[in-house]
C-alpha cells in the first residue's frame, strides 16, 4: 500500500514568487492536512480538507491557501513569497473519521532566497 | 489554548539501554494522543496512536501509556539501538466541529543512542 507521496520533494525560489506543492493522500483516505515546520515554530497546521471542502484553518495569513481534487489529493499554494516562508511542509492523510491515525508524507522542502 | 511539552529537548542514552520519553498537554479533553519520529530532513513516521479510552499501547519495543487526568503520556522504548536516534515528537489533535485532524505538536525529544 502506497503512503502519502508528496512533489516535489526540494524547491528553491525567489521572494516575490509563487509556488504549488502537491499531495497523493493514502488511497481511501479522504481527509488531507497540511502543517509548516520550521526550526523556530516547530510544527504548525495550516489547514485541512476533507471531500473537497476545507474544514479547518490554521492561523496563517491568506497568502497560503489550498484546494482537494475529487480524487483526495490536494495542493497548496503560496502566493508572494518571504523569506520565512522557507520552511519543510509536510502533508498527512487520515481516512477523516476524526479518531483516526495521521499518515504524513516526507515533505517539500521549500527555500526562499 | 492546548500546549503540548516533551522535556527533556534532548537524551543521550547507551546502547541497551530502556528509556523513557515524556509528553504533557494542558487541556485533558482529547480523543487520542500519537507518536511520531522524525529522521533528520525527513517527514514524520507514525510509531503509536493511544485512544482516550486505553490508557497503554505497544508495538514492538515502544510501548506509549496515556493518563489524560494528570495530561501526560510517557513512551517507553525498550533495548535501545543506534536505529532508534531520531527526533520524538507526540501530537494532540484539537477538538473542531468537524473532526479533529488538527494536530498540535509537542516540540520534540532528540534522542541520540551512543553504540
Known amino acids: 500500500k502506497a503512503g502519502v507521496t508528496q512533489t516535489p520533494r526540494y524547491l528553491i525560489k525567489t521572494r516575490g514568487q509563487q509556488v504549488t506543492l502537491s499531495c497523493s493522500p493514502i488511497?481511501?483516505?479522504?481527509?488531507v492536512s497540511w502543517y509548516q515546520q520550521t526550526p523556530g515554530q516547530g510544527l504548525q497546521f495550516l489547514f485541512e480538507?476533507?471531500?473537497?471542502?476545507?474544514?479547518n484553518k490554521g492561523n496563517f495569513p491568506g497568502r497560503f491557501s489550498g484546494r482537494q481534487f475529487s480524487n483526495s489529493r490536494s495542493e497548496m499554494n503560496v502566493s508572494t513569497l518571504e523569506l520565512g516562508d522557507s520552511a519543510l511542509y509536510l502533508c498527512?492523510?487520515?481516512?477523516?473519521?476524526?479518531?483516526?491515525?495521521?499518515?504524513f508524507g516526507e515533505g517539500s522542502r521549500l527555500t526562499v532566497l | 489554548k492546548q500546549e503540548v511539552t516533551q522535556i527533556p529537548a534532548a537524551l543521550s542514552v547507551p546502547e541497551g539501554e530502556n528509556l523513557v520519553l515524556n509528553c504533557s498537554f494542558t487541556?485533558?479533553?482529547?480523543?487520542?494522543l500519537q507518536w511520531f519520529r522524525q529522521d533528520p530532513g525527513k517527514g514524520l513516521t507514525s510509531l503509536l496512536l493511544?485512544?482516550?479510552?486505553?490508557r497503554e499501547q505497544t508495538s514492538g519495543r515502544l510501548n506509549a501509556s496515556l493518563d489524560k487526568s494528570s495530561g501526560r503520556s510517557t513512551l517507553y522504548i525498550a533495548a535501545s539501538q543506534p536505529g532508534d536516534s531520531a527526533t520524538y515528537l507526540c501530537?494532540?489533535?484539537?477538538?473542531?466541529?468537524?473532526?479533529?485532524?488538527?494536530?498540535?505538536f509537542g516540540t520534540g525529544t532528540r534522542l541520540t543512542i551512543i553504540p
Open positions: 493511544i485512544q482516550s479510552s486505553q
Open positions: 498527512a492523510s487520515s481516512l477523516g473519521g476524526g479518531s483516526g491515525e495521521l499518515f
Open positions: 487541556d485533558s479533553a482529547i480523543y487520542n
Open positions: 480538507y476533507f471531500s473537497e471542502t476545507q474544514r
Open positions: 488511497s481511501g483516505h479522504r481527509s
Open positions: 501530537a494532540v489533535p484539537r477538538f473542531t466541529n468537524f473532526g479533529n485532524e488538527k494536530l498540535t
